[in-house]
């Protein structure tokens, strides 16, 4: 038996399809028809829509992500990801190096205190 997925899954995964034939790569055309090839075995074997729903949403991911491989979109996401780590990283630093800078430092006065008995 058949079972069937919602409109704007279906919609997600023709487009998901489209943009991987538009690549115009060998690995475009093979990923297509690998999804094309899943899909249509989730929907034929599925127990129930419900289920088909649900291995087509996992489908979709695992394909999104091989087309952001496939055409850089992922590469270049996770530069931005990484960059906005680095400048929130950076400015905790700096923000850490302001507030001690501005606070009195108990090591000096005990420093001093020390090389004050010495003298």
Do not use: W, Y
Request: with cysteine.
């Amino acid at each position: 038996m058949t079972e069937s997925i919602t409109p704007e899954l279906e919609l997600s995964l023709l487009q998901l399809m489209l943009r991987c034939r538009s690549l115009g790569s060998s690995e475009g055309h093979r990923a297509c028809e690998q999804l094309r090839a899943r899909v249509r075995r989730v929907l034929l074997t599925a127990a129930s829509s419900d289920d088909a729903v649900i291995e087509c949403t996992k489908l979709e991911r695992r394909f999104g992500r091989k087309l952001g491989e496939l055409d850089g979109s992922l590469d270049a996401a996770r530069e931005k990801k990484r960059a906005r780590k680095e400048k929130r990283r950076n400015g905790a630093s700096a923000f850490l190096d302001t507030e001690a800078g501005e606070g009195e430092d108990e090591d000096e006065d005990v420093i001093a205190a020390e090389e004050a008995e010495e003298a």
